[in-house]
């Protein structure tokens, strides 16, 4: 969470019902950014770069 997020969350009072709602969404970002970070991490480690083809060489 940035900076901003806390700077609004400290101007809001306990009893305000916008602290909580702000908090959830803070909170639903973060895990929506850590999800995008895992699927590609997850791409990359279940797809890994195809190698071209190798043909055997004749044994001499």
Request: charged share 40%.
């Amino acid at each position: 969470m940035n900076k901003n997020f806390f700077e609004e969350m400290h101007k809001l009072s306990h009893d305000d019902e916008m602290r909580y709602k702000l908090l959830i969404q803070g909170v639903k970002r973060l895990l929506e950014d850590r999800k995008r970070g895992r699927n590609k991490l997850m791409r990359v480690l279940k797809f890994p770069q195809r190698k071209k083809d190798m043909q055997a060489a004749k044994w001499s």
